[in-house]
């Protein structure tokens, strides 16, 4: 497999925001959905946000409102909008293929802290 790479991550006060972006370089996932995933210290790893080719998207309960993920298509990109953010959306974020949804098996992921 092709390893995916995300950027867009860093440190934010409450209440900020971050957009993380997702590519694969030569490569694209346009035919597949896809997703972001997180995993924070002693926690499982959990969907976030979930795309479908048509560009229909869903998320867990607790970042319903405030995240939007989207896909260009042009771009070959994938991204993940995060507003209001909280403490506990700290985490390592990972961009996932769903073929296999693992949190590490397609990247390194990047840090969201929020504090």
């Known amino acids: 497999h092709v390893q995916l790479v995300e950027s867009g991550g860093g440190s934010v006060q409450p209440e900020g925001s971050l957009r993380l972006s997702c590519a694969a370089g030569?490569?694209?996932?346009?035919?597949?959905?896809m997703a972001w995933f997180r995993q924070a210290p002693g926690n499982e790893c959990e969907r976030v946000s979930r795309?479908?080719?048509?560009?229909?998207?869903d998320y867990l309960d607790s970042v319903s409102g405030r995240f939007t993920m989207s896909r260009d298509n042009a771009e070959s990109a994938v991204y993940l909008q995060m507003d209001s953010l909280k403490p506990e959306d700290t985490a390592v974020y990972f961009c996932v293929p769903l073929i296999v949804p693992r949190c590490n098996y397609w990247s390194q992921g990047t840090q969201v802290t929020v504090s």
């Open positions: 030569r490569y694209t996932y346009n035919n597949y959905c």
């Open positions: 795309i479908r080719v048509d560009g229909t998207s």
